[in-house]
């Protein structure tokens, strides 16, 4: 015996009640697009906090994960709400028909927020292979953040120019006259600026390669300084009499650039002269002299001392040795102390230093 509901004093079975009209469907259909959304909009945010909490304790715990996990956590992670109950909107109205404008409508919100979430997806993968760079070369350097700032911006505005293109092409406008259009700007831009897209492109060169860093001291040309500031456009030395050089970045990576900053040691070349008439037993005694004056200073690796030349006034002694240090000032010290030590060694074993010759100008 059929069970009643009461409405309008008619008695109505269960399959006559869900057979009820109401907004252009069905409560058989209203319910089974209401049981789609509220599961699936329970579900996913379920799982996301899931996977989010079990990406926070590997984070915490320092373990190294495969990269397509790394990056597939990651992307969960940055899936938002509106997604998610985009999905569930999307399943539910599924079992649904409405109005030929009402759907629309549904259609342009729903692929609107697909290609939303496609463009997060998309900048969270960028910026994950930026970290990532980052991390493997021990840190960005804070200098060359800027730089890093604009690779964003210009993948941004890529993947965001993307996804609303193909947001447009999906809801079936035609974007092959709005591409032209835009090639066409996008040359006359291009050409209007391209000094300065040159620097910008230079910009970045120099934040992904890092030929150099602030604080570096360069030689570039016929110019000597420290690095000040890396620009978009332009960076700054600090030249070795005081004032400012201000190069532009294209013509810096165009340039011989000598980067005195990453050196790891210093190699020093001099030569002295000793008089032509010199015993020759105290010539064999001259290279183990400076030997043991430049090993007894810290921070440096004696290489040679020999008696290379010889004219009619002098014998001439080159010497080579280098110091474990970049700092200029210790090198400038030990040369210091060699170049005393080699007089007073040298004097005291009665060898005489070879005087350049003196011209005397004769009177007419």
């Given at each position: 015996?059929?069970?009643?509901?009461?409405?309008?004093?008619?008695?109505?079975?269960?399959?006559e009640f869900w057979s009820i009209q109401v907004l252009w469907n069905s409560l058989g259909a209203w319910?089974?697009?209401?049981?789609?959304?509220?599961?699936?909009?329970?579900?996913?945010?379920?799982?996301?906090?899931?996977?989010?909490?079990?990406?926070?304790?590997?984070?915490?715990?320092g373990r190294e994960l495969p990269l397509a996990i790394q990056v597939a956590t990651l992307l969960v992670?940055?899936?938002?709400?509106?997604?998610?109950?985009?999905?569930?909107?999307?399943?539910?109205?599924?079992?649904?028909?409405?109005?030929?404008?009402?759907?629309?409508?549904?259609?342009?919100?729903?692929?609107?927020?697909?290609?939303?979430?496609?463009?997060?997806?998309?900048?969270?993968?960028?910026?994950?292979?930026?970290?990532?760079?980052?991390?493997?070369?021990?840190?960005?350097?804070?200098?060359?953040?800027?730089?890093?700032?604009?690779?964003?911006?210009?993948?941004?505005?890529?993947?965001?120019?993307?996804?609303?293109?193909?947001?447009?092409?999906?809801?079936?406008?035609?974007?092959?006259?709005?591409?032209?259009?835009?090639?066409?700007?996008?040359?006359?831009?291009?050409?209007?600026?391209?000094?300065?897209?040159?620097?910008?492109?230079?910009?970045?060169?120099?934040?992904?390669?890092?030929?150099?860093?602030?604080?570096?001291?360069?030689?570039?040309?016929?110019?000597?300084?420290?690095?000040?500031?890396?620009?978009?456009?332009?960076?700054?030395?600090?030249?070795?009499?005081?004032?400012?050089?201000?190069?532009?970045?294209?013509?810096?990576?165009?340039?011989?650039?000598?980067?005195?900053?990453?050196?790891?040691?210093?190699?020093?070349?001099?030569?002295?002269?000793?008089?032509?008439?010199?015993?020759?037993?105290?010539?064999?005694?001259?290279?183990?002299?400076?030997?043991?004056?430049?090993?007894?200073?810290?921070?440096?690796?004696?290489?040679?001392?020999?008696?290379?030349?010889?004219?009619?006034?002098?014998?001439?002694?080159?010497?080579?040795?280098?110091?474990?240090?970049?700092?200029?000032?210790?090198?400038?010290?030990?040369?210091?102390?060699?170049?005393?030590?080699?007089?007073?060694?040298?004097?005291?074993?009665?060898?005489?230093?070879?005087?350049?010759?003196?011209?005397?100008?004769q009177a007419s």
């Open positions: 015996m059929p069970r009643s509901f009461g409405c309008r004093n008619v008695d109505v079975s269960w399959r319910s089974i697009a209401l049981a789609a959304f509220l599961v699936t909009f329970t579900v996913l945010p379920l799982v996301k906090g899931f996977i989010s909490s079990r990406r926070k304790k590997w984070l915490q715990s992670a940055r899936t938002s709400r509106v997604f998610l109950w985009t999905v569930a909107l999307y399943l539910g109205i599924n079992q649904l028909v409405f109005p030929k404008h009402i759907e629309q409508a549904f259609d342009i919100a729903i692929v609107v927020t697909f290609w939303m979430q496609v463009a997060i997806w998309a900048m969270t993968v960028v910026r994950f292979a930026v970290d990532r760079r980052s991390r493997r070369e021990g840190g960005l350097d804070p200098a060359l953040s800027g730089s890093i700032d604009i690779i964003v911006f210009a993948a941004g505005l890529i993947v965001w120019t993307m996804a609303f293109l193909l947001a447009l092409d999906n809801l079936g406008v035609q974007i092959k006259p709005l591409l032209a259009g835009l090639g066409i700007s996008g040359i006359a831009v291009a050409l209007a600026v391209q000094s300065i897209l040159g620097d910008l492109l230079a910009s970045l060169s120099i934040a992904l390669d890092k030929p150099f860093t602030v604080g570096d001291a360069l030689a570039i040309d016929d110019y000597n300084g420290t690095v000040e500031h890396i620009g978009v456009k332009s960076t700054r030395l600090r030249s070795v009499s005081g004032e400012q050089i201000i190069m532009s970045n294209a013509d810096i990576l165009k340039s011989r650039v000598r980067n005195y900053g990453r050196m790891t040691e210093r190699r020093s070349v001099f030569t002295f002269n000793v008089e032509f008439d010199t015993p020759p037993e105290k010539l064999r005694q001259i290279p183990e002299i400076v030997k043991d004056i430049i090993t007894s200073r810290p921070q440096t690796r004696f290489d040679r001392c020999h008696l290379l030349s010889y004219n009619n006034s002098a014998l001439q002694y080159e010497t080579v040795y280098f110091m474990t240090t970049a700092d200029y000032g210790a090198y400038a010290d030990t040369q210091q102390f060699v170049n005393i030590a080699i007089l007073e060694k040298l004097g005291a074993l009665g060898v005489e230093f070879a005087l350049a010759p003196r011209f005397v100008k």
